[in-house]
């Protein structure tokens, strides 16, 4: 057994180095920070838009996915980084696959928003 915090220190410190984590995101990777943004955009549209409270958590939902599948990708890319910058074929299809992930959480967001918008309108 690893030696360490326990109980509610752990669980403190756990989440210290959560909010560590989305500084450094923030910090240092352009495409959260514009995640960040589009998040602060598109949430007051949802919470005032008239719509029903699944469609909202609908939106909320993939809008948090995003931002969670990026926050891993950006740690893959981070490991791969440490690692060296020399080209290697495993390095590249980890960080591909990565952003593969982004691309279908963004995909999956705005397919999201379309059906919530197309079923408003009717």
């Known amino acids: 057994m690893k030696p360490g915090k326990t109980g509610l220190a752990r669980i403190v410190a756990a ?3 959560s909010v560590k984590g989305l500084k450094a995101a923030y910090q240092h990777e352009a495409a959260f920070r514009q995640e960040c943004w589009l998040l602060v955009v598109l949430l007051p549209i949802v919470l005032i838009w008239d719509i029903s409270l ?3 958590a609908l939106l909320m939902i993939t809008m948090v996915l995003v931002l969670i599948v990026e926050l891993f990708n950006s740690a893959i890319e981070a490991v ?3 690692i060296g910058p020399e080209f290697h ?3 590249g ?3 591909d696959i990565g952003s593969a992930g982004v691309m279908l959480a963004l995909v999956l967001c705005g ?3 379309l059906l919530v918008f197309l079923d408003w309108l009717n």
């Open 15 to 17: 989440g210290g180095y």
């Open 54 to 56: 699944l469609a909202k």
């Open 80 to 82: 791969v980084d440490r």
């Open 89 to 91: 074929e495993l390095s």
């Open 93 to 95: 299809r980890a960080k």
């Open 111 to 113: 397919i999201t928003w």
